[in-house]
């Protein structure tokens, strides 16, 4: 079994800043793709940002400039470093990780149990 732990949630205003952290534990053979998903009330869960194992960076174009992305492959977690916050920011947002579990296992999609990220004055 793998687990996703999930961090780094709150409440901040706009302009303000967040980290979020997903930590996998468990029985891990590789992890491929990391990303960071979002789902606001009444609208469809998004990809936000993905990074792959060599270190290739995707992001939405709604955080471009703003957000990073980034992982350590020895702890396996990936990190979300959310700048300039803006209300539109305001989700619950989710970590998914591509996990293998051993050398003849496909990589399969585990999910954190969601982080509230909040932006109001």
């Known amino acids: 079994q793998v687990q996703l732990v999930e961090s780094g949630g709150g409440l901040v205003q706009p302009g303000g800043s967040l980290r979020l952290s997903c930590a996998a534990s468990?029985?891990?053979?590789?992890?491929?793709?990391m990303g960071w998903y979002r789902q606001a009330p009444g609208k469809q869960r998004e990809l936000v940002a993905s990074?792959?194992?060599?270190?290739?960076?995707k992001y939405a174009d709604s955080v471009k400039g703003r957000f990073t992305i980034s992982r350590d492959n020895a702890k396996n977690t990936v990190y979300l470093q959310m700048n300039s916050l803006k209300p539109e920011d305001t989700a619950v947002y989710y970590c998914?990780?591509?996990?293998?579990?051993?050398?003849?296992?496909?990589?399969?999609?585990?999910w954190g149990q969601g982080t509230q990220v909040t932006v109001s004055s």
């Open positions: 998914d990780l591509k996990v293998a579990t051993s050398a003849w296992a496909y990589y399969l999609d585990y």
């Open positions: 468990g029985s891990i053979f590789s992890i491929n793709d």
């Open positions: 990074i792959t194992r060599a270190g290739s960076e």
